[in-house]
T-cell receptor, first 116, second 113 residues
Framework: DADVTQTPRNRITKTGKRIMLECSQT?????MYWYRQDPGLGLRLIYY???????NKGEISDGYSVSRQAQAKFSLSLESAIPNQTALYFC???????????????FGPGTRLTVL | GENVEQHPSTLSVQEGDSAVIKCTYSDSASNYFPWYKQELGKRPQLIID?????GEKKDQRIAVTLNKTAKHFSLHITETQPEDSAVYFCAASNLDRDDKIIFGKGTRLHILP
C-alpha cells in the first residue's frame, strides 16, 4: 500500500547536535508537511512544500530547516538541537484542491525526538 | 492568520453516551473543516470533514455541524464505544486560497466502562 514513512522512529540526542529527520512517501502526492506535536499544544506546522521547488515556513519554523530532495522526500533538520525541541514530529502529505481526497493530510508514523 | 480553538481539552463519557467536541475559528474565509482522530501511539487519521456550503454531515455514529455565522463547528459521537477513546483534532482551511490546514490543540476523549 502507498504510505508515508519516517526515519528514525526514535532519536535521543544532546544539546547542540545537528539532527536530520527524514520523510519518504509512495503516495505520489505533491504536497508535504512537517508538524510538531506537544502535549496540550496539538499539531503545529513547522514547514510545508507544495512541490519540489516550493518551500514555506509554518507557525514555528525558528530553529528548523527543510530540504525537498524529490517529490517523494522531505527532510527536516535541527541545526543545533535544544531541549525544548523535544517532541513528536510528524510528516504528512496531501493532494491539492480538485484532486481526489483533496487536502486530506496523510500522516507518517512519527519520530519521537528527545534532546538532552 | 487562522486560529482554531478547541474545547474541552479532556472529556470523559460513559460507554453508550454521546460526546461533543467544539471548535471555533477566526478566519471567516475558512471553508473546509476536517476532524482527525489519533489513537494512542498511532498517527492522526481523517474521520470526517465538512465544507462551508453544508450545515451538517453524518457518517454512522459521528456527525459534524457547522455554524458559519458564529464561526464554530462541532463533532458529535453517539453511542460511544471503547474504540472511540483517542485524541481528536479539529482543523480549518480555505480551499479557495489553496491554503494549509490549521489544527486545534486536541481533545482527549476517554470512554468509561
Amino acid at each position: 500500500d502507498a504510505d508515508v514513512t519516517q526515519t528514525p522512529r526514535n532519536r535521543i540526542t544532546k544539546t547542540g547536535k545537528r539532527i536530520m529527520l527524514e520523510c519518504s512517501q509512495t503516495k505520489g502526492h505533491d504536497r508535504m508537511y512537517w508538524y510538531r506535536q506537544d502535549p496540550g499544544l496539538g499539531l503545529r506546522l513547522i514547514y510545508y512544500s507544495f512541490d519540489v521547488k516550493d518551500i514555506n515556513k509554518g507557525e514555528i519554523s525558528d530553529g528548523y530547516s527543510v530540504s525537498r530532495q524529490a517529490q517523494a522526500k522531505f527532510s527536516l533538520s535541527l541545526e543545533s538541537a535544544i531541549p525544548n525541541q523535544t517532541a513528536l514530529y510528524f510528516c504528512a502529505t496531501s493532494q491539492p484542491y480538485g484532486s481526489d481526497s483533496y487536502n486530506e493530510q496523510f500522516f507518517g508514523p512519527g519520530t519521537r525526538l528527545t534532546v538532552l | 492568520g487562522e486560529n482554531v480553538e478547541q474545547h474541552p481539552s479532556t472529556l470523559s463519557v460513559q460507554e453508550g453516551d454521546s460526546a461533543v467536541i467544539k471548535c471555533t475559528y477566526s478566519d471567516s474565509a475558512s471553508n473546509y473543516f476536517p476532524w482527525y482522530k489519533q489513537e494512542l501511539g498511532k498517527r492522526p487519521q481523517l474521520i470526517i470533514d465538512i465544507r462551508s456550503n453544508v450545515g451538517e454531515k453524518k457518517d454512522q455514529r459521528i456527525a459534524v455541524t457547522l455554524n458559519k455565522t458564529a464561526k464554530h463547528f462541532s463533532l458529535h459521537i453517539t453511542e460511544t464505544q471503547p474504540e472511540d477513546s483517542a485524541v481528536y483534532f479539529c482543523a480549518a482551511s480555505n480551499l479557495d486560497r489553496d491554503d494549509k490546514i490549521i489544527f486545534g490543540k486536541g481533545t482527549r476523549l476517554h470512554i468509561l466502562p
